[in-house]
């Protein structure tokens, strides 16, 4: 079973983007199953239902999230009805799900969301939760795939060896610069620090770029509109064994926009 994983989408250039090119690289990578982050759906920051459906109608079978999701109150809706998850260690009584299970040709595909601690805002222990329903989700889903989004590069790869010969893949998000440390760990968990990011390169993390250098020489606030130029969609693609649940194969992608 192939599997792709982008990183966080940001904002309309990235949703429009998607919606064009999606099909076709379903179609060439032989795509089975598809997830996305998209905390930064909806003008950069959380997500809409509109931002969600069109991130579904792209081809995207599940949403994660992540530290921005409930920054727009529309989210709570997306989180209660779509197939869109927050971060599992936010505990049990915030809005929405931390993990789900579809099924794909008999496979059962189990997506986790997990946030890391470090330079973030504080939540559940993101070690101590997975570990309390791991064993649950591995007796209903063949594969488990988790989204671990969190600033630190030592918490997100700590998180990658924790769920080693556990978990199908271990991805990281939130940063938006990808890493090239992808790997398959004791020869079972597809590992991956950082996916980078589905927007404009043209930019500062998908951000104008001649307004994020103001900020830094000013230090004054300022509103950071979304880049438009040059839009790419970066992730992995992950190639998994459906009956052992074991990842076979790690590989980066990046898809660029056709210079017209």
Known sequence: MKILIIGDIVGKPARLYLKEFMPALKIELGLDFVIANGENAAGGSSITPDTARDIFNAGVNVITTGDHVFKKKESKVVLETLDVIRPLNYGKLAVGKGYIIKEVNGTKIAVVNLLGRVFLQPVDCPFKTIENVLEFIKKEAEIVIVDMHAEAT?????MGYFLAGKVTAVVGTHTHIP?????IIEDYTA????LG???????VLGRDKKQIIQRFITNMPLRFNLAQNDVRIQG?????DEKSGRSLSIERVECKQKKS
């Open 154 to 158: 030592s918490e997100k790869m700590a």
């Open 179 to 183: 890493t090239a440390d992808e790997r």
């Open 191 to 194: 590992y991956v620090t950082d």
């Open 197 to 203: 990011m589905t927007g404009s390169f043209d930019s």
């Open 236 to 240: 992995v693609l992950i190639e998994v």
